[in-house]
């Protein structure tokens, strides 16, 4: 049985050089994609006006979501003072940004034109939230910069060539908790504000309702907190050390947790709000037809509600469970699947089911259907790829953990 202080496996030797080959081939194939993308145009995806949204969409924001560690737990580190979460708020915000910017990547590819990636701070349209979404994003990307500066900085890698470097990191720390309130700010507008979109489209009623900006907050802050408890989890058993103490551990296992258990108190109401207490007949007609012709509600309560959000609180609050490394790794899996699977959901639901459907005409207009193509996976394999180079060279030779404990500790 796996124990809080001992590992998963035990590392090959030079694990970094066998490893460091397979994202940088994974990498390989989404530049091939993403050249082929940027010179054909989406002609080359299976990308339609009827479903502009597909594959890319639910990268970028299942990246987001689960980078929102960042903001949830360097709040409780520098904005709240817990001073035990000090020891991981440098991972989270690497975890951030790695989230963001591979989302980046995603949206690269996404809006068409990249070369015109800048008109959104030139044209303002201040009615549309979309644009709000875009500011959000370079802003907080921004502020993930700032504050995960200092980490650079001093990294040998740097201060061996620029003395310098360690005083101007220690310098930029100094501002880290103001940065933390305006990035707790932007990074919970930005979450509310990927479920408004599809929450004010009253064309689309399987989106349109009130509860999605909140879920959305409620689920990324979950997973987000769980994904980085599970890195860094990994990371320790690869390297035989333990570079946060248990206490810390328990508190972010059970502030994940909750938080999961908040997202299902959430989620569980909206469906009975939507579909028991209520009857839109439009909305029942929509969900009527994605569970008939889509695995929209076996998706919906095994992977997302069992698998994505029952099974990781489970294993977090159970105190036995979450000191176990193999149970914690799995739960923070589990949520990685529910996450993506949720994103794919809401983002499909509501744009497989015709403008102009209805019970009566169902021959006429048919459900639009998708599949991504070859491009599309090829690019959401590369954006992986980069994700896991990011983790690779990051754990590898930045100074992500200020303690390395050589064997478990009570955390006082």
């Not at 960042?70 to 708020?89: G, Q």
């Not at 690497?94 to 959104?120: E, K, N, Q, W």
Request: charged content about 10%; aromatic content about 12%; hydrophobic content about 55%.
């Amino acid at each position: 049985m796996v124990t809080a202080n001992s590992s998963l496996s035990r590392p090959a030797p030079n694990l970094f050089r066998r490893w460091l080959p397979i994202p940088l081939m994974l990498c390989a194939v989404g530049a091939v994609s993403g050249v082929s993308v940027l010179l054909n145009g989406l002609s080359v995806t299976n990308l339609t006006n009827q479903v502009p949204w597909g594959l890319w969409i639910t990268i970028d924001l299942s990246a987001i979501a689960l980078g929102a560690g960042a903001f949830s737990l360097s709040t409780l580190a520098y904005i709240f003072r817990v001073k035990r979460f000090h020891a991981i708020a440098r991972m989270a915000v690497f975890v951030g940004l790695v989230g963001y910017t591979s989302a980046m990547l995603a949206l690269l590819m996404d809006i068409g034109r990249p070369d015109r990636f800048y008109h959104p701070l030139i044209y303002w349209n201040i009615h549309s939230v979309l644009w709000e979404i875009t500011l959000c994003v370079v802003l907080y990307s921004t502020v993930l910069i700032v504050e995960f500066a200092p980490a650079l900085l001093e990294s040998k890698v740097f201060s061996r060539r620029f003395k310098w470097g360690p005083r101007l990191g220690h310098f930029l720390h100094g501002f880290t908790p103001i940065v933390s309130v305006f990035g707790l700010g932007l990074s919970l507008l930005h979450q509310s504000s990927l479920g408004a979109t599809y929450g004010v489209l009253v064309a689309r009623p399987v989106w349109f309702k009130p509860s999605l900006p909140v879920m959305f907050i409620a689920s990324a802050v979950a997973a987000g907190a769980a994904f980085t408890l599970g890195v860094t989890i990994l990371y320790e058993n690869l390297t035989h050390k333990r570079y946060i103490s248990t206490k810390l551990r328990e508190g972010i296992a059970i502030f994940s947790g909750l938080m999961a258990l908040a997202y299902l108190y959430l989620k569980l109401w909206d469906f009975l709000a939507t579909t028991y207490y209520s009857h839109l007949p439009t909305r029942a007609a929509d969900q009527s037809l994605l569970e008939r012709t889509t695995p929209y509600g076996a998706a919906f309560w095994l992977a997302e509600v069992l698998i994505g959000v029952v099974i990781p609180a489970v294993i977090l609050l159970w105190p036995r469970l979450r000191r176990l490394d193999l149970w914690v790794v799995f739960a923070a899996a589990c949520g990685i699947i529910g996450v993506l699977v949720n994103r794919w959901n809401v983002t499909l639901a509501g744009l497989i089911v015709p403008l102009d459907w209805s019970p009566g005409v169902a021959q006429v207009f048919p459900i639009n259907a998708y599949a991504p193509s070859l491009a599309e996976w090829g690019v959401g394999i590369g954006v992986l790829g980069y994700a896991l180079l990011m983790f690779t060279l990051g754990l590898r030779y930045l100074p992500l953990f200020p303690h390395v404990y050589e064997s478990d500790q009570s955390g006082h």
